[in-house]
């Protein structure tokens, strides 16, 4: 791999733009080439990292030779469609969480992967950000004794009502695959496996997705994880582990740079690791880490692990008799 390699961004919204500033902090990667559905939209996304390559299509882009990898930014119910389009013109990919709507389109995305030789990895952020990553050391050195119970929580209400994104059954809204994720993933991190039982409810709107939801999962360590999401309510958006030696509380837990702890002997102490950037960065960092060894997959997020969090979140959905329209097609 070259020295400096050259991302290309597909889709240009919020998310896009949060991952580019990130970009602009890693002095081998650069922001090459962008692509949208529409030629105005890619110029204007481009004017604000100076792309210097601009298209009106995905298929452009992933077929531009000199792109290295692609970061996918589109809705959720475009991803695999996105990632298959870039792997078959032999491109890397980073694609947003949630990686897929479910389980049977992640393997699909994967399986091609395998078969071109691929790196593919989900853009899930948190897991590579220093705190989080120190927090997890900490954990398996034992420095907080066994973690007996965590919950966690991410919520917010939804300011553009039922027509939002967020609320609308054909892009896969609903709080579960959006900021629900967040909460099994890192639960997952804390635990260091996926749940041996699992059980979940959920509040169903008027749109027919759920608006708000709660998890409870057992873990095969004995641990128990408590874990809340919401579209419609504003929550605490936080992260509470109690160990055998101490509590550890992570205000805003999916971006956090501090984490408090709390000893049952001794004083209370911070863990303070600040971003470069805005956190974005961590995961472009990975994965330019993977290309350059070679590797079609990250040590740290792995597609098994994808695999299993989706796995999960149909698991809730099935709970909930909850089916996206474009379930139906697959």
Not at 149 to 160: N, P, S, V, W
Not at 180 to 204: E, K, N, R, W
Request: hydrophobic share 40%.
């Amino acid at each position: 791999m070259k020295e400096t390699i050259k991302w290309g961004i597909l889709g240009t919204g919020t998310i896009a733009k949060k991952f580019c500033t990130g970009l602009t902090s890693i002095a081998d990667a650069e922001i090459y080439a962008v692509g949208s559905r529409s030629q105005e939209s890619a110029d204007r996304f481009a004017q604000q990292f100076s792309i210097p390559k601009t298209y009106a299509s995905y298929e452009a882009l992933a077929n531009d030779p000199d792109v290295d990898v692609i970061y996918i930014a589109t809705p959720h119910t475009l991803h695999m469609e996105n990632a298959l389009l870039c792997l078959s013109h032999n491109k890397p990919v980073l694609c947003e969480k949630p990686f897929a709507v479910n389980a049977s389109q992640a393997a699909k995305v994967f399986d091609l992967a395998r078969q071109k030789n691929l790196f593919v990895m989900e853009a899930f952020w948190t897991r590579f950000q220093p705190l989080a990553s120190e927090i997890i050391r900490r954990i398996n050195q034992g420095e907080f004794g066994e973690i007996r119970t965590a919950r966690i929580a991410f919520g917010f209400q939804e300011e553009l009502g039922p027509e939002g994104r967020l609320l609308n059954p054909k892009l896969a809204g609903g709080a579960l695959l959006d900021v629900g994720i967040y909460t099994l993933s890192y639960a997952d991190m804390i635990f260091g496996t996926v749940p041996s039982s699992l059980h979940s409810c959920a509040q169903i709107g008027p749109t027919g997705v759920d608006e708000q939801n709660a998890i409870l999962a057992h873990y095969p360590s004995g641990g128990i994880a408590s874990l809340q999401s919401a579209v419609t309510v504003e929550i605490p958006n936080d992260a509470q582990m109690i160990g055998t030696k101490a509590q550890i509380d992570i205000p805003e837990f999916w971006h956090a740079e501090t984490a408090y702890i709390t000893p049952y002997e001794g004083e209370p102490y911070e863990i303070h690791l600040p971003f470069m950037k805005n956190g974005y960065e961590y995961e472009a960092m990975e994965v330019m880490q993977c290309l350059r060894e070679g590797k079609i997959q990250s040590d740290i997020l792995p597609w098994s692990h994808t695999l299993q969090m989706m796995e999960l979140l149909d698991t809730c959905r099935k709970e909930w008799d909850l089916r996206y329209p474009m379930e139906d097609k697959d």
